[in-house]
C-alpha cells in the first residue's frame, strides 16, 4: 500500500523535470537558429569549408554554421540569408565568414552585398583594414589587400578603423568610399545609384530584394537632385571592380554598363576585376562662389 505514494512523487518530479527541460531546449534551438545562416541561392561553384577542415559543395538550403568558411569559385555567386532576415549575397572568387550570427561578418577578401533589415539588430562587416558597421542599409562591398569599394545603396553606414581613433566616417545613400587598406578613411564620393542598380550582378541576378523600394526612392531622389542641378555628373566611371577611374563619353556609359559585367578586364594583377559590380558613375555637387565683399573704402580713406 506504501508505494502508491512514492511512484506519484517520483511521476511528479520526472514531470516537473521535463516540463523545466523542454523550454531550455527551445532556447538552444531558438540560440542555435540564430547562429547560422541558409543557403538560398547559387550560382555555379560554391563550397564551405566546415570547422573540421573538410570541404564540400555547397546545396540549396543547406544550412551554414558559425566556423564555417564559404568560398565561391570563378564567375559563381551564392545567397545566404540569416535568421533575422539579413541577407548577404557573395560575388566570385570571394572568401567569408561570421560569427554571432550576422552581427560579426567577415569579408576575407572578394565582393558582396549585405542587406541588413531595419528591425535587426544590425551587422558589422570586417573587411581589408576597415569595419564597416551596417542597420538598415543595402551596401556593396569590394575588398583586396590591395584596395577596398564600400557603396551605400539606401540607409546609412560608418566605417572606421580598429584601433585609429577618429578615423571614422558615415556613408550616406548614393555615396562610395574606396581606398587601400591601412590607410587613412577617404571622404565619400557620390554616385548614380539608378545606373548602379541595373548593372550589378548582385541585383540582376537574384530576386528583388525587400529595399528594392527604398533603394529605387534614394534614386529617384538624385535624379531630381540633378534636374535642379545640384548634383552633377562627372563622366567618371570605375567599370566593376578595382580602383581605376576612366573618363567617358556620356553617350557610352548605356553601352558600357551593359558590357559591364560581362567583360569585366584588368590590366594589372593589383586590381582584380569584379564581374559582378555594375557600373559606378561619381556625380559631384556644384561649387558655390562665396558671396562677393565689398570694396567701399572706409571714412578714413584719402
Known amino acids: 500500500m506504501f508505494p502508491a505514494p512514492m511512484i506519484f512523487k517520483l511521476?511528479?518530479?520526472?514531470?516537473?523535470?521535463?516540463?523545466?527541460w523542454l523550454p531550455l531546449t527551445a532556447s538552444?534551438?531558438?540560440?542555435?537558429?540564430?547562429?547560422?545562416?541558409?543557403?538560398?541561392?547559387i550560382v555555379r561553384d560554391v563550397r564551405l569549408l566546415t570547422v573540421g577542415g573538410g570541404t564540400h559543395a555547397a546545396s540549396a538550403n543547406e544550412?551554414?554554421?558559425?566556423g564555417?568558411?564559404?568560398?565561391?569559385?570563378?564567375?559563381?555567386?551564392?545567397e545566404i540569408t540569416f535568421a533575422d532576415q539579413t541577407i548577404a549575397r557573395l560575388g566570385a572568387n570571394t572568401v567569408f565568414d561570421f560569427k554571432d550570427g550576422s552581427r560579426n561578418l567577415e569579408l576575407k577578401e572578394g565582393t558582396m552585398l549585405l542587406q541588413a533589415p531595419?528591425?535587426?539588430?544590425?551587422?558589422?562587416?570586417?573587411a581589408a583594414g576597415f569595419v564597416a558597421a551596417l542597420t538598415g542599409t543595402t551596401t556593396v562591398l569590394e575588398s583586396y589587400s590591395t584596395h577596398y569599394k564600400v557603396l551605400v545603396l539606401e540607409g546609412t553606414g560608418r566605417l572606421y578603423r580598429p584601433s585609429h581613433l577618429g578615423d571614422s566616417i558615415l556613408v550616406e545613400a548614393g555615396q562610395m568610399v574606396f581606398g587601400q587598406p591601412n590607410r587613412a578613411l577617404s571622404d565619400p564620393v557620390d554616385f548614380d545609384i539608378g545606373r548602379f542598380l541595373k548593372t550589378c550582378r548582385f541585383i540582376v541576378d537574384f530576386k528583388p530584394l525587400h529595399s528594392g523600394a527604398s533603394m529605387a526612392s534614394e534614386s529617384q531622389k538624385?535624379?531630381?537632385?540633378?534636374s535642379k542641378k545640384n548634383l552633377i555628373d562627372t563622366n567618371l566611371v570605375i567599370l566593376g571592380g578595382g580602383t581605376v577611374v576612366s573618363?567617358?563619353?556620356?553617350?557610352?556609359?548605356?553601352a558600357i554598363g551593359r558590357a559591364t559585367p560581362a567583360a569585366a578586364t584588368t590590366t594589372s594583377r593589383a586590381t582584380p576585376a569584379s564581374a559582378d559590380l555594375g557600373t559606378i558613375e561619381t556625380s559631384?555637387?556644384?561649387?558655390?562662389?562665396?558671396p562677393a565683399t565689398s570694396s567701399t573704402p572706409t571714412d578714413n580713406a584719402q
Open 118 to 126: 531595419r528591425n535587426a539588430k544590425g551587422a558589422k562587416i570586417h
Open 68 to 78: 564555417m568558411t564559404v568560398r565561391t569559385g570563378t564567375a559563381s555567386r551564392v
Open 222 to 226: 538624385q535624379q531630381k537632385e540633378k
Open 247 to 254: 573618363l567617358v563619353d556620356p553617350s557610352q556609359i548605356d
Open 28 to 41: 538552444l534551438s531558438g540560440a542555435t537558429q540564430k547562429q547560422e545562416g541558409r543557403i538560398t541561392g
Open 63 to 66: 544550412s551554414f554554421r558559425e
Open 11 to 20: 511521476s511528479c518530479n520526472l514531470a516537473l523535470s521535463i516540463g523545466l
Open 284 to 290: 559631384s555637387k556644384p561649387v558655390r562662389n562665396p
